[in-house]
Structures are given as C-alpha cells and as structure tokens.
Nanobody
Framework: QVQLVESGGGLVQAGGSLRLSCAASGRTFSNYAVGWFRQAPGKEREFVAVINWSAITTYYTDSVKGRFTISRDNAKSMVYLQMNSLNPEDTAVYYC?????????????????????WGQGTQVTVAS
C-alpha cells in the first residue's frame, strides 16, 4: 500500500507559478513511477506529467511542455510539479498517482486507469 498526499494548490493569477508536492508513504517509493493528472469540471481526468522510478525519464502532455517540470526526491519520498506561466486552462484538481514498475511504456504511464494508487487531489485555480 502506498499513501499519497498532495499539497501546494491554490489561486494564482494568469502567468503566475505554483509548485505542487506529493508526499508518499508506505511501500518502497523508488519502485514506483509517479504521475500527475488533472481533472477540470465536466471533463475527464487527463495526463499531465510522469517521472520514472529513477528520475531519468520524464514525459509531459503537449499543453504543458516548457511550462511544467516534474521532479522527485526518492530519499524524501517526494515528487514535485513546478508549474510556470499558468493560464486559466490549467485550472483543475491535480492528482498525484503511483504505478509500480521500472520498465513501463508511455502508453501505460499516461493512462490513469493503469495507476495503482492515488492522492486526494489539490485544487489549482488560475484567474484571468
């Protein structure tokens, strides 16, 4: 079992920045890839970014490339999502998720249905 707790959400003006944190506890954190997903009202949950177990590989959805950066600190069991140049389309509940495995395809890592554990989410609101 892995417990995930997100923090760092809030209200920010367009063009601003936020840093989301995901604190993990439970099983060996370094055995898991960690992804960030988001869900806006009336929309499906969508993939945002993922980082593999060793932090060597990261993937981003096209709409956040160049603006968001995912990172992790396995010694602290933490994953971060630095979000810059935010715009109102980034408004959503952001979820941290964990998927066990070290050789995972992008198709798996970008699919919310494939993940094993989820946090409760943190609200990000970007005002225009």
């Amino acid at each position: 079992q892995v417990q995930l707790v997100e923090s760092g959400g809030g209200l920010v003006q367009a063009g601003g920045s936020l840093r989301l944190s995901c604190a993990a506890s439970g099983r060996t954190f370094s055995n898991y890839a960690v992804g960030w997903f988001r869900q806006a009202p009336g929309k499906e949950r969508e993939f945002v970014a993922v980082i593999n177990w060793s932090a060597i590989t990261t993937y981003y959805t096209d709409s956040v490339k160049g603006r968001f950066t995912i990172s992790r600190d396995n010694a602290k069991s933490m994953v971060y999502l630095q979000m810059n140049s935010l715009n109102p389309e980034d408004t959503a509940v952001y979820y941290c998720s964990a998927k066990r495995g070290k050789l995972l395809s992008l198709a798996t890592l970008s699919s919310y249905a494939k993940y094993d554990y989820w946090g409760q989410g943190t609200q990000v609101t970007v005002a225009s």
